[in-house]
């Protein structure tokens, strides 16, 4: 997760793309013994890579490839849920821009906690703080965007699905309870604990700063050439 070049991001994001699709994998094999059917694992695994490297770009894109992974995996009978049985216009808006605008929300949300909290001695409880309201929000820009899209479709398309929409509530009143309180309890430390075996530092900044002191070297060594 620490290669700045090209081809380093383009394979970070393969790697992203990956887990998301095994999280969700093991989502339904969990959902089979269980009565709730919801996506923790791979909501975990999403928000935990959008928040690794404190960059706004990272987290919106990690946002948008679980948007494109829950498009994706409609097409795959496995992991099918009730949206496969809404009309294939519609799937991919309200799967794509509600996680999309997630991250924004999510990087936001972020940034504006870790200014409020910038007189806190702890940096790890301020971390914890900033990282679990901003997960709560996102969590909460999601769900309604999600519902809103298809009230939207609804209404504005006459689309004649009702069954399918209330089946499709349904199903959401039941799994975000269970959504919101694990990924608002184990993103944090997930995330600190990534940030610090890569050492990235408690605010995920590591990156940022190798890449300025390579930019610096790289200077010094042209100068002295």
Not at 94 to 112: E, Q
Not at 152 to 168: E, G, M, N, P, Y
């Amino acid at each position: 997760m620490v290669n700045n070049s090209r081809a380093g991001k383009v394979a970070k994001y393969a790697i992203v793309l990956a887990t998301i699709f095994v999280a969700m994998f093991l989502d339904r094999a969990i959902s089979l013994g269980f009565p709730v059917s919801a996506a923790t694992i791979v909501l975990l695994v999403t928000f935990s890579f959008a928040l690794l490297e404190n960059d706004l770009g990272s987290a919106i894109i990690c946002c948008s490839l679980f948007g494109l992974a829950s498009f994706v995996k409609e097409f795959i009978p496995f992991l099918q849920s009730s949206v496969a049985l809404l009309p294939i216009y519609v799937r991919p808006v309200v799967t794509l821009v509600p996680r999309m605008t997630m991250g924004l929300v999510l990087f936001g949300v972020y940034r504006l906690m870790i200014t409020l909290t910038k007189k806190m001695s702890s940096a790890r409880g301020r971390q914890v703080l900033s990282i679990v309201v901003a997960v709560f929000f996102a969590l909460v820009t999601n769900t309604v965007l999600f519902l809103g899209l298809l009230n939207l479709f609804k209404t504005v398309f006459h689309i004649q699905h009702d069954s399918i929409i209330a089946l499709i509530k349904t199903g959401l009143a039941i799994n975000i309870p269970v959504e919101y309180l694990v990924s608002m309890l184990f993103v944090s430390p997930v995330v600190l604990g990534v940030r610090r075996g890569l050492k990235l530092g408690v605010d995920g900044n590591g990156i940022k700063q190798n890449k300025l002191e390579n930019q610096a070297q790289n200077n010094d060594n042209g100068e002295n050439q």
